[in-house]
């Protein structure tokens, strides 16, 4: 399974999506709501790397971003802290989770 989509239509359909996928993003480029991710099933990646990573997303210019249960429990917990987080939340929290290795704490 490969597929492209918007970062915010990723983040508005994250709970259709199965925990076990990756998510790569487009080379240097800051979180934004149209840039465009990609969605593969890394067990189904044949075409390998040195290091066993998929070809395919080097190949098309994306580099891993996060997996989809990295980016459902990201969401999650911003939703514990903040009920009606909007999508320029969400992303917020994305991307420091990105950085940083870690939640948001809304509390602080």
């Keep these: 399974m490969r597929l492209t989509l918007t970062l ?20 240097e480029q800051a979180l934004n709501p149209t840039m465009t991710m990609l969605i593969i099933d890394d067990e189904l990646e044949e075409e390998r ?13 994306y580099q891993y971003f996060l997996s989809i249960a990295d980016l459902q429990s ?21 991307s420091y989770y990105y950085q940083n290795d870690a939640y948001m704490n809304l509390e602080s």
Excluded at 74 to 94: C, E, R
């Design 8 to 27: 915010e239509t990723l983040l508005s359909q994250l709970d259709s999506f199965s925990w076990h996928l990756d998510v790569y993003k487009t080379l």
């Design 74 to 94: 990201i969401k999650a917990n911003l939703v514990q802290q903040l009920p009606n987080a909007s999508l320029h939340d969400i992303i917020h929290a994305v």
């Design 49 to 61: 790397d040195l290091h066993d990573e998929p070809l395919y997303p080097q190949t098309q210019g």
